[in-house]
């Protein structure tokens, strides 16, 4: 008889499924203001306690405090109010119009509409970003991206600049610093180090930025990245967004129990940052801050933002199958379009009639880019690319197998 008691196999689970309340204690927040903001040089070893922090500015009344409330004037916070609302009513209208069948699949970025704003806020243009499939918000942010554009995208119609080959969502702009979005999760975090080391060899000032989740962490891509951006001191930022669940399961399972996905970074040399994806300013600080290292050849940052998946997964799922129906409600950053809204309100640079013209005016601008997308086809009435067009770009030149089985279809 062993003198040990038997041994038990740990499976992480949620304090919360449905019909109960998530206790959100494991989160591990630290009050807004509270923690300090580094010069950008500093060494991996003394971001240690940040990865383990909260860096947060706005506070539960909607004042921005501590070191990492950034100095931007109010023009600049309303633009990024208007992209974030923008982007949730074009994604509620999506949605719908995936409902009525006019498109095959969407996936919304309901609750996480701060992080790519404020994200793509602080970047040039020239810069790079490998997002995933829930950055639609790096596009939906930029003046000079057609909303009719990434919905034709998304209808698979004629003028899909994708030519109806990609799964709706998988957006591909190279023009707005946007890097086709892949479906297989990771890989375009180890990309974006590439990118970024490509840059230095060219001695270019440009940057990269990689996106990933924390579910997809737990791909190997993931930890590749980390090492080749360390060795190489890439200009790159590494945003791990955290939104608690990939798809049915929750962080723990991805690694995130008791621990932090930024601590990742640390552990292999790279200066991380924990960040409330929620609070618009410290998105921009702390993007900003990434930024700044980068460009000035202090190498790679990685940035966990800790936000929540308010929305299904995707069109495909049922999230009260394995969550409680009001966790967002209860999550304690809350919505980071409200949390920005109340501080503007309180510095005096917007008000609720203002806030409720504003959505007027959006959900008409986003309901005529969808009118004028469906006027190039849905997928409820076949006006879809060319079945020749499928042929295309599979190599540079068409090669002699490829033009028979073309020539077999008869297009
Ligand atoms: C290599 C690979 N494995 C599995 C999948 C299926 N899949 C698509 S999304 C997803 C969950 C990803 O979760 P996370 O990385 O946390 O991102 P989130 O969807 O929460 O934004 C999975 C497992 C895939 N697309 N690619």
Request: glycine share 8%; with cysteine.
């Amino acid at each position: 008889m062993s003198e040990y008691p038997p041994l038990r196999l740990h499976v992480p689970e949620p304090t919360g499924r449905p019909g109960q309340a998530t206790d959100f204690g494991y989160l591990r927040l630290s009050p807004a203001g509270a923690v300090r903001r580094p010069a950008v040089d500093t060494s991996h070893f003394d971001t240690q306690d940040l990865s383990y922090a909260l860096v947060r500015v706005l506070d539960d009344e909607g004042q921005a405090v501590g070191p990492w409330a950034p100095q931007l004037d109010a023009a600049t916070l309303e633009r990024g109010l208007r992209a974030m609302m923008k982007t949730r009513i074009f994604d509620a209208r999506m949605l719908i119009a995936q409902r009525q069948k006019k498109l095959s699949f969407y996936m919304q970025c309901l609750g996480e509409e701060a992080i790519a704003v404020a994200h793509s806020f602080a970047l040039e243009n020239g810069d790079m970003c490998f997002p995933t499939y829930r950055q639609q918000g790096l596009l939906l942010a930029r003046d000079d991206v057609s909303m009719v554009e990434m919905m034709c995208q998304l209808m698979s119609n004629v003028r899909d600049p994708l030519k109806g080959r990609q799964l709706p969502v998988m957006y591909s702009m190279k023009r707005a610093g946007f890097f086709s979005v892949s479906g297989n999760l990771a890989t375009q975090f180890t990309q974006a180090v590439g990118w970024g080391m490509a840059s230095a060899i060219a001695g270019d000032t440009r940057i990269a930025s990689g996106w990933i989740g924390d579910g997809s962490t737990a791909e190997s891509d993931f930890h590749t990245a980390l090492t080749f951006a360390h060795v190489y001191r890439a200009p790159v930022i590494l945003n791990v967004v955290n939104n608690q669940w990939a798809i049915s399961t929750f962080q723990a399972i991805a690694g995130g129990e008791t621990t932090t996905f930024a601590a990742r970074g640390v552990g292999c040399g790279i200066a991380s940052l924990r960040v409330d994806g929620n609070d618009f300013l410290a998105v921009h600080a702390a993007s900003a801050w990434a930024a700044e290292r980068a460009r000035r050849n202090f190498g790679p940052t990685l940035i966990e933002w800790v936000t929540y998946r308010a929305g299904p997964h995707s069109t495909s799922d049922d999230p009260s199958k394995y969550r409680p129906a009001d966790d967002w409600q209860r999550f304690p950053l809350g919505d980071p379009i409200a949390r920005l809204k109340a501080h503007l309100i309180g510095i005096g640079h917007w008000s609720e009639a203002q806030h409720e013209q504003t959505k007027r005016e959006l959900e008409a601008e986003v309901a005529a880019a969808q009118k004028e997308a469906e006027r190039h086809g849905t997928l409820l009435d076949g006006q879809i690319p060319s079945a020749a067009t499928m042929f295309e770009g599979v190599y540079e030149d068409m090669p002699a197998h490829l033009r028979r089985q073309r020539q077999q279809l008869g297009v």
